[in-house]
């Protein structure tokens, strides 16, 4: 047993980049082509992490927190889906722009991803000794055995009992939570700038959930990782993030520092988000609930996607779609890094 | 213990008298706060067997161990455990989807693990189950009317032919559905909305007793509190008795009146949601419900957290002694070799502290970790 605290300090950013973001991305829509016509899953996303900073993306399913992870990544199912708008910035270069080559070339060395169900994304027919060898052997051009040490070695670092031993063995020889230490090892092999983590621990029970994230924590801190988490759970959210985007409806509704989010939201969504959760000194009680459903997006409703459901919704919310604009303190004081899509976020956050 | 002395009678009676009196054990109410459902060392077995056609048996799957508790009536009792603790295999006994191998589940003093016929069809008419899944528990070519009101096929006596279609509506209004939905399909409804058909298809025949195996788990979080509220509303207007299963802590702490913590195959520990939440003094409980993330930044500077190594051993060949023994920092010994029983600790006997509820730990003591 170990007991750990995961938030020490914050890890040392790389050299020489304080300033630019490893990742930013400007105005992004996507959209998917479908029988029933254009579903418009992301609306203009606008996000940025630096290196060693986590940011959480939180969202309910088909909020679009995915679907921009995957723009990001360039793993986009398209057709149907295609990037209609705006620029994703790597280290300052759009990486829209490049070529699918150039593009293959940066998905490894430099950005990688963690999916949710390790099972399906794991390959069943390969061993994963193999599959952690090939970021090598493609990327690096290194021989099967050097790669098969390497693997052995990246085993090791996620900590998987005798991974000597191991490295031959199928995923479905390994259990949940190994499968997806496999995924963050597989992740890690070339050392990447940015890692984008899809639901990591969704599908892991609570203790082995603790294992996984202290280990993400820790080898992000090492490498100095910029990590994009994307998670509906708000518990690991205010576990591990350094500052979050709310996404509904394709878009981000409210940014905010982790711990300012959770103190004073500044969108009634998040608001209803936190009131939700149990509470020790509401047993017994009703618990608040977020009314009706997530929106349908081939259908979005008029105005503010939030309007049927939202308990303080007004007229001009069902007919202007509210931007996203800085939050500030009542006296005008900047709040940096705070931003709410709602016409009343001062009452809400201000009260 | 009127209904217990029955059964001494009936041993040598013949079968028909025996279903008779059991069904007309099944029909007499229970007290509110009296146990409607005792269960005692269940034990479920599943087999290992190795060879094709000579099918030899080589060893056991014990996916539930010798478990035993009480479900009083009117009360929720939570079951929280990691994956492959044997949760869901609990259900399915209770439920009997599945044949204990051994032990007794006794409902209004009746053990109903070794009944059937008519009496097994008047038991299931009482105990109903919620499932995890509400994309694939409902059948994607039957209407919401058919599925709710296939129940009423079975036990026809719950509501005559021509009857159904008007209850149908009314258990669909129940759950908060438009009653003019009944003969749309499972397709097209959200996630929320199926686990409320889910609901309504357990609560059509009136039962008792409803097992909830992780009914909230699939659905998105904005979604699961309306369903939670849902099932306690339901709850006080029929006045059920609820099992409920999850991995979720807060959820399960919010909703139960009793929680029991169980590990590979065996309860850990026992006790209202004050004494688990509050009071753990079983190591596992402690990381359990240190391990659980709070939904609070301010905390994780100075929170504790227990983070238990490795996974949980397989159920087919699991550790002598206290199963818990290969994960557990307390671990000496006296754990590989004698296994600790599910009682309340030696050093709380007598005293009058939340910490005195049963655990099965040699070295049980309490520890501050924080709640959810």
Redesign the interface.
């Known amino acids: 047993m170990t007991t750990s605290n995961l938030t020490e300090e914050l890890p040392a950013q790389r050299k020489g980049d304080d300033e630019t973001p490893v990742l930013e991305v400007r105005d992004l829509h996507v959209e998917f082509k479908t029988r029933e016509g254009i579903v418009r899953a992301v609306n203009g996303v606008n996000y940025s992490v630096k290196s060693g900073e986590t940011l959480a993306v939180l969202g309910e399913s088909g909020s679009g927190k995915s679907v921009t992870a995957q723009a990001i990544m360039g793993i986009l199912d398209s057709p149907p889906g295609r990037v209609a708008k705006g620029e994703i910035l790597f280290r300052g270069q759009d990486i829209l722009k490049l070529d699918e080559e150039e593009r293959r070339k940066l998905r490894g060395p430099k950005m990688a991803m963690i999916f949710q169900d390790a099972l399906s994304a794991l390959n069943p027919v390969f061993s994963v000794g193999n599959q952690l060898g090939e970021m090598f052997r493609v990327h690096q051009g290194m021989s099967k055995k050097d790669a098969k040490l390497k693997a052995i070695e990246l085993m090791d670092r996620v900590k998987i009992p005798a991974a000597k031993a191991r490295v031959n063995d199928y995923p479905h020889q390994f259990s949940g939570g190994m499968r997806q230490r496999i995924m963050i090892a597989m992740a890690l092999a070339l050392e990447p700038d940015l890692i984008i983590a899809d639901e990591p621990t969704t599908a892991l029970d609570v203790t082995v959930q603790a294992q996984v994230m202290d280990l993400l924590a820790e080898l992000q801190k090492e490498y100095a990782m910029g990590l994009i988490l994307i998670t509906h759970d708000l518990g690991v959210v205010a576990d591990v993030a350094d500052k979050i985007a709310v996404m509904y409806a394709g878009r981000i509704v409210e940014q905010a520092p982790i711990h300012e989010l959770y103190k004073r939201p500044a969108h009634p969504y998040t608001r209803g988000l936190l009131d939700s959760i149990p509470r020790l000194d509401q047993k017994g009680q009703e618990l608040y609930a977020i009314k009706g459903l997530p929106p349908n997006l081939l259908k979005p409703p008029a105005g503010c996607a939030f309007n049927p459901r939202c308990p303080k919704a007004q007229d001009i919310c069902r007919t202007d779609v509210p931007a996203l604009v800085p939050v500030t303190e009542r006296d005008g004081a900047e709040l940096v890094g705070r931003a709410s899509a709602c016409h009343f976020w001062k009452e809400q956050i201000h009260g | 213990m009127a209904e217990l002395s029955k059964t001494d009678e009936a041993v040598d009676a013949p079968a028909e008298a025996t279903e008779e009196k059991a069904i007309a054990a099944f029909e007499a109410p229970v007290e509110r706060g009296e146990p409607i459902l005792q269960v005692r060392n269940l034990v479920k077995h599943f087999p290992l067997t190795k060879g094709v056609l000579f099918k030899r048996q080589v060893g056991a799957v014990k996916a539930v161990d010798g478990v035993s508790f009480d479900l009083y009536q009117g009360e929720t009792l939570g079951i929280v455990g990691?994956?492959g603790c044997g949760k869901s295999t609990v259900a399915k006994l209770l439920m009997l989807l599945e044949t204990a191998t051994a032990g007794e589940v006794l409902y209004k003093g009746q053990d109903i693990t070794k009944l059937s016929g008519r009496a097994l069809k008047a038991v299931r008419r009482n105990i109903q189950m919620v499932f995890q899944d509400p994309y694939t528990s409902l059948n994607p070519r039957m209407t919401v009317g058919d599925i709710i009101g296939e129940p009423f096929e079975i036990h026809p006596e719950v509501a005559p032919k021509g009857d159904r279609r008007r209850k149908v509506q009314e258990l669909l209004d129940v759950v908060g559905l438009n009653p003019e939905y009944i003969n749309r399909y499972p397709h097209q409804f959200?996630g929320?909305?199926r686990q409320r058909i889910g609901i309504a298809r357990g609560l059509a025949l009136n039962p008792e007793i409803i097992i909830c195996d992780e009914p909230v788990s699939a659905l998105?979080?904005?979604?699961?509190?309306?369903v939670?509220?849902l099932m306690?509303k339901l709850q006080d207007e029929f006045n059920l008795s609820y099992i409920f299963i999850a991995?979720d802590?807060?959820?399960v702490?919010?909703i139960s009146d009793r929680v029991g913590v169980m590990y590979l195959g065996k309860m850990a520990e026992i006790g209202t949601?004050a004494q688990i939440y509050d009071h753990p003094t079983h190591p596992y409980t402690q990381?359990?419900l240190s391990?659980?993330?709070?939904?609070?930044?301010?905390v994780?500077?100075n929170?504790?957290?227990?983070?238990?190594?490795?996974?949980v051993p397989s159920p087919a060949n699991p550790p002598s002694g206290c199963r818990f023994r290969t994960?557990?920092?307390k671990a000496e010994d006296r754990c590989a070799t004698e296994e600790p029983l599910l009682a309340i600790p030696t050093r709380f006997k007598g005293q009058d502290t939340p910490a005195a509820h049963v655990s099965a730990c040699h070295f049980a003591e309490e520890k501050t970790v924080l709640?959810v």
């Not at chain 2, 998105?220 to 309306?226: G, R, T």
């Open positions: 990691e994956s959200s929320g909305q998105d979080v904005s979604v699961q509190a309306q939670i509220n306690e991995h802590l807060s959820i702490r919010h949601d990381a359990l391990a659980v993330p709070v939904p609070d930044p301010e994780r500077e929170r504790e957290r227990i983070i238990l190594t490795g996974d994960r557990c920092w709640a």
